[in-house]
Protein backbone atom coordinates (compact mmCIF):
# COMPACT_ATOMS: atom_id res chain seq x y z
CA UNK A 1 0.00 0.00 0.00
CA UNK A 2 1.65 3.22 -0.83
CA UNK A 3 1.84 6.40 0.93
CA UNK A 4 -1.42 7.72 -0.78
CA UNK A 5 -3.48 5.15 0.13
CA UNK A 6 -2.80 5.22 3.32
CA UNK A 7 -3.64 8.79 3.90
CA UNK A 8 -6.85 7.40 2.18
CA UNK A 9 -7.15 5.34 4.89
CA UNK A 10 -6.69 7.57 7.50
CA UNK A 11 -9.11 9.95 6.58
CA UNK A 12 -11.51 7.33 6.62
CA UNK A 13 -10.46 6.85 10.03
CA UNK A 14 -11.18 10.29 11.50
CA UNK A 15 -14.62 10.62 9.34
CA UNK A 16 -15.67 7.51 10.97
CA UNK A 17 -15.09 8.49 14.71
CA UNK A 18 -16.42 11.44 16.11
CA UNK A 19 -14.15 11.53 19.41
CA UNK A 20 -10.70 10.51 18.01
CA UNK A 21 -7.99 11.47 20.59
CA UNK A 22 -4.87 12.07 19.43
CA UNK A 23 -1.77 11.10 21.50
CA UNK A 24 1.87 12.69 20.51
CA UNK A 25 5.12 12.24 21.05
CA UNK A 26 8.62 13.97 20.33
CA UNK A 27 8.63 12.61 16.53
CA UNK A 28 5.95 15.63 16.11
CA UNK A 29 8.29 18.01 17.17
CA UNK A 30 11.46 17.20 15.11
CA UNK A 31 10.49 19.33 12.45
CA UNK A 32 10.53 22.41 15.30
CA UNK A 33 14.47 21.50 15.29
CA UNK A 34 13.87 19.64 18.71
CA UNK A 35 15.82 16.16 18.35
CA UNK A 36 13.84 13.08 19.38
CA UNK A 37 14.72 11.01 21.96
CA UNK A 38 14.67 7.72 20.58
CA UNK A 39 15.82 5.96 17.31
CA UNK A 40 13.57 4.07 14.93
CA UNK A 41 14.23 0.93 16.87
CA UNK A 42 12.98 2.71 19.92
CA UNK A 43 16.00 2.45 21.59
CA UNK A 44 17.32 6.06 24.05
CA UNK A 45 19.76 8.18 22.76
CA UNK A 46 22.21 9.76 24.97
CA UNK A 47 22.74 9.33 28.67
CA UNK A 48 20.03 8.05 30.83
CA UNK A 49 18.00 11.27 32.37
CA UNK A 50 18.13 12.58 35.44
CA UNK A 51 15.89 11.34 38.37
CA UNK A 52 13.21 13.58 39.65
CA UNK A 53 14.35 12.12 43.53
CA UNK A 54 18.07 12.37 42.78
CA UNK A 55 17.42 15.86 41.81
CA UNK A 56 15.49 16.90 44.63
CA UNK A 57 17.92 15.36 47.31
CA UNK A 58 20.93 16.62 45.99
CA UNK A 59 22.36 20.05 45.06
CA UNK A 60 24.99 18.33 42.84
CA UNK A 61 22.34 17.09 40.44
CA UNK A 62 20.77 20.32 40.57
CA UNK A 63 24.34 22.18 39.41
CA UNK A 64 24.47 19.83 36.70
CA UNK A 65 20.52 19.94 35.50
CA UNK A 66 20.63 23.67 35.22
CA UNK A 67 24.10 23.87 34.03
CA UNK A 68 22.40 21.95 31.05
CA UNK A 69 19.14 23.56 30.88
CA UNK A 70 20.96 26.68 30.13
CA UNK A 71 22.57 24.95 27.35
CA UNK A 72 19.74 23.20 26.01
CA UNK A 73 16.57 25.78 26.74
CA UNK A 74 17.27 28.09 23.93
CA UNK A 75 16.58 25.26 21.16
CA UNK A 76 13.08 24.96 23.01
CA UNK A 77 12.40 28.87 23.59
CA UNK A 78 13.81 29.60 19.74
CA UNK A 79 11.28 26.61 18.53
CA UNK A 80 8.39 26.90 16.54
CA UNK A 81 5.16 25.24 15.94
CA UNK A 82 5.74 23.19 12.39
CA UNK A 83 2.90 22.24 9.83
CA UNK A 84 2.29 19.03 11.64
CA UNK A 85 1.26 20.84 15.04
CA UNK A 86 -0.83 23.19 13.18
CA UNK A 87 -2.38 21.14 11.19
CA UNK A 88 -3.62 18.89 14.47
CA UNK A 89 -5.14 22.34 15.73
CA UNK A 90 -7.08 22.65 12.45
CA UNK A 91 -8.26 19.40 12.66
CA UNK A 92 -9.48 20.30 16.27
CA UNK A 93 -11.03 23.42 15.21
CA UNK A 94 -12.94 21.17 12.19
CA UNK A 95 -14.30 18.75 14.90
CA UNK A 96 -11.82 15.93 13.07
CA UNK A 97 -10.69 15.11 15.94
CA UNK A 98 -11.49 15.42 19.80
CA UNK A 99 -8.82 16.44 22.25
CA UNK A 100 -5.00 15.98 22.09
CA UNK A 101 -2.76 14.87 25.05
CA UNK A 102 0.82 15.10 24.50
CA UNK A 103 3.78 13.77 26.17
CA UNK A 104 6.03 16.66 25.18
CA UNK A 105 7.04 19.60 27.00
CA UNK A 106 7.94 22.00 24.42
CA UNK A 107 4.48 23.41 24.39
CA UNK A 108 4.39 23.72 20.48
CA UNK A 109 0.47 22.59 20.47
CA UNK A 110 -0.90 25.60 22.43
CA UNK A 111 1.15 27.72 20.48
CA UNK A 112 0.17 26.34 17.13
CA UNK A 113 -3.82 26.95 18.65
CA UNK A 114 -4.80 23.36 19.88
CA UNK A 115 -7.44 23.71 22.51
CA UNK A 116 -8.60 21.06 24.27
CA UNK A 117 -4.90 19.72 25.26
CA UNK A 118 -3.32 17.93 27.96
CA UNK A 119 0.85 18.18 28.72
CA UNK A 120 0.92 14.84 30.22
CA UNK A 121 4.71 15.67 31.85
CA UNK A 122 4.24 19.24 32.37
CA UNK A 123 5.49 22.24 30.06
CA UNK A 124 9.27 23.22 30.01
CA UNK A 125 8.32 27.41 29.63
CA UNK A 126 7.42 27.03 33.53
CA UNK A 127 9.29 26.46 36.52
CA UNK A 128 8.36 25.37 39.81
CA UNK A 129 9.33 26.54 43.20
CA UNK A 130 9.63 23.23 45.16
CA UNK A 131 8.56 25.17 48.46
CA UNK A 132 6.00 27.93 47.74
CA UNK A 133 4.79 26.04 44.71
CA UNK A 134 5.30 29.71 42.82
CA UNK A 135 5.54 29.28 39.25
CA UNK A 136 8.46 31.38 37.19
CA UNK A 137 8.62 31.92 33.88
CA UNK A 138 11.54 29.89 32.19
CA UNK A 139 12.45 32.46 30.22
CA UNK A 140 13.09 34.90 33.16
CA UNK A 141 14.84 31.88 34.73
CA UNK A 142 17.03 32.09 31.56
CA UNK A 143 17.93 35.54 31.74
CA UNK A 144 19.04 35.16 35.57
CA UNK A 145 21.07 32.41 34.70
CA UNK A 146 23.00 34.01 32.00
CA UNK A 147 23.97 37.14 33.99
CA UNK A 148 25.37 34.71 37.22
CA UNK A 149 26.97 32.18 34.94
CA UNK A 150 28.24 34.44 31.90
CA UNK A 151 31.04 32.28 31.26
CA UNK A 152 28.61 29.54 30.23
CA UNK A 153 26.15 31.69 27.80
CA UNK A 154 25.74 29.72 24.31
CA UNK A 155 27.24 32.16 21.95
CA UNK A 156 25.48 30.75 18.92
CA UNK A 157 27.14 29.09 15.57
CA UNK A 158 29.78 32.06 15.87
CA UNK A 159 31.66 30.89 19.00
CA UNK A 160 30.55 27.28 21.22
CA UNK A 161 28.13 25.09 19.84
CA UNK A 162 25.80 23.31 22.00
CA UNK A 163 26.76 19.68 21.33
CA UNK A 164 23.13 18.28 21.01
CA UNK A 165 20.06 19.94 23.00
CA UNK A 166 17.51 17.70 24.44
CA UNK A 167 14.02 17.65 24.04
CA UNK A 168 13.22 18.10 27.60
CA UNK A 169 15.52 22.12 27.28
CA UNK A 170 18.31 19.23 28.62
CA UNK A 171 21.64 19.22 26.44
CA UNK A 172 24.31 16.71 25.70
CA UNK A 173 27.24 18.89 27.03
CA UNK A 174 29.93 17.81 30.07
CA UNK A 175 31.11 20.74 31.81
CA UNK A 176 34.16 19.94 34.07
CA UNK A 177 33.54 21.89 37.23
CA UNK A 178 29.71 22.70 38.43
CA UNK A 179 30.86 23.84 41.91
CA UNK A 180 30.92 26.98 41.02
CA UNK A 181 27.84 27.11 38.85
CA UNK A 182 25.14 29.57 40.77
CA UNK A 183 22.01 27.63 41.07
CA UNK A 184 18.47 29.65 40.51
CA UNK A 185 16.35 30.27 43.41
CA UNK A 186 13.09 31.22 44.41
CA UNK A 187 12.38 34.94 43.93
CA UNK A 188 9.39 34.60 45.93
CA UNK A 189 11.03 32.72 48.84
CA UNK A 190 14.51 31.44 48.05
CA UNK A 191 13.22 27.72 47.82
CA UNK A 192 14.55 25.22 45.37
CA UNK A 193 13.05 25.48 41.62
CA UNK A 194 12.43 22.53 39.39
CA UNK A 195 11.10 22.54 35.77
CA UNK A 196 7.40 22.90 35.94
CA UNK A 197 7.90 18.98 34.28
CA UNK A 198 7.54 15.55 34.99
CA UNK A 199 11.22 13.63 35.57
CA UNK A 200 11.41 10.42 35.37
CA UNK A 201 11.09 8.61 38.80
CA UNK A 202 7.95 10.68 39.60
CA UNK A 203 4.52 10.19 39.30
CA UNK A 204 2.47 12.49 37.32
CA UNK A 205 -0.27 14.41 39.39
CA UNK A 206 -3.25 12.75 40.37
CA UNK A 207 -5.53 15.08 38.85
CA UNK A 208 -4.10 16.17 35.38
CA UNK A 209 -3.79 11.65 35.04
CA UNK A 210 -8.03 11.50 35.86
CA UNK A 211 -8.19 13.71 33.25
CA UNK A 212 -6.57 11.92 30.64
CA UNK A 213 -8.34 8.93 31.44
CA UNK A 214 -11.45 10.58 31.63
CA UNK A 215 -10.49 11.70 27.97
CA UNK A 216 -9.27 8.28 26.80
CA UNK A 217 -12.49 6.69 28.48
CA UNK A 218 -14.58 8.94 25.88
CA UNK A 219 -12.88 8.68 22.88
CA UNK A 220 -13.94 5.99 20.23
CA UNK A 221 -10.25 5.65 18.55
CA UNK A 222 -7.21 6.76 19.37
CA UNK A 223 -4.49 7.93 17.14
CA UNK A 224 -0.48 8.34 18.01
CA UNK A 225 1.49 10.64 16.32
CA UNK A 226 5.02 10.88 16.32
CA UNK A 227 5.32 8.03 19.53
CA UNK A 228 7.22 5.24 20.11
CA UNK A 229 4.92 4.28 23.12
CA UNK A 230 7.64 3.38 25.04
CA UNK A 231 7.08 5.02 28.06
CA UNK A 232 4.32 3.94 29.94
CA UNK A 233 2.64 6.77 30.55
CA UNK A 234 1.78 7.19 26.74
CA UNK A 235 1.32 3.58 26.24
CA UNK A 236 -0.99 3.09 28.57
CA UNK A 237 -3.18 4.83 26.31
CA UNK A 238 -3.04 2.84 23.35
CA UNK A 239 -3.55 -0.36 25.73
CA UNK A 240 -6.65 0.98 27.48
CA UNK A 241 -7.39 1.49 23.59
CA UNK A 242 -6.98 -2.20 22.97
CA UNK A 243 -8.84 -3.40 26.13
CA UNK A 244 -11.99 -1.51 25.14
CA UNK A 245 -11.72 -2.68 21.18
CA UNK A 246 -11.59 0.60 19.97
CA UNK A 247 -9.43 1.17 17.22
CA UNK A 248 -5.61 2.31 16.94
CA UNK A 249 -4.00 4.57 13.99
CA UNK A 250 -0.39 5.71 14.18
CA UNK A 251 1.79 8.01 12.17
CA UNK A 252 5.49 7.39 13.25
CA UNK A 253 8.63 7.16 11.70
CA UNK A 254 10.20 3.16 13.49
CA UNK A 255 9.05 1.23 15.81
CA UNK A 256 6.34 1.26 18.85
CA UNK A 257 5.70 -0.80 21.25
CA UNK A 258 2.43 -0.90 20.79
CA UNK A 259 2.77 -2.27 16.96
CA UNK A 260 0.82 -5.29 17.95
CA UNK A 261 -2.49 -3.25 18.96
CA UNK A 262 -2.37 -0.92 15.80
CA UNK A 263 -4.79 -1.66 13.20
CA UNK A 264 -3.48 1.26 10.68
CA UNK A 265 0.06 2.47 10.78
CA UNK A 266 1.87 5.20 7.80
CA UNK A 267 5.44 5.27 8.87
CA UNK A 268 5.55 8.38 7.31
CA UNK A 269 6.84 12.35 8.96
CA UNK A 270 4.08 13.76 10.88
CA UNK A 271 4.76 16.83 9.50
CA UNK A 272 3.77 15.32 6.14
CA UNK A 273 0.76 13.24 6.60
CA UNK A 274 -0.90 15.94 9.10
CA UNK A 275 -1.67 18.67 6.58
CA UNK A 276 -2.87 16.17 3.75
CA UNK A 277 -5.61 15.18 6.35
CA UNK A 278 -7.28 18.65 6.32
Known sequence: MNLNQQID????FLQRHERVLVLTGAGLST?????DYRDKDGVRRGRNPIQGPDFRKSEAVRRRYWARSMAGYPTLAGAAPNAGHRALAELEAAGRIHAIITQ???GLHTAAGSRRLIELHGNIHGVLCLDCRAVHPRSA???WLAQANPSLVPTGPAGEVVPEARPDGDAEVELDEFQDFQLPVCAACGG???PDVIFFGDNIPPQRTADALQWADEADAVLVVGSSLMVFSGF???????QANKPIAAINLGKTRADDLIGLKVEASAVEVLPLLL
Open 9 to 12: QLST
Open 31 to 35: ASGIP
Open 104 to 106: NVD
Open 141 to 143: IQD
Open 192 to 194: VLQ
Open 236 to 242: RFAKLAA
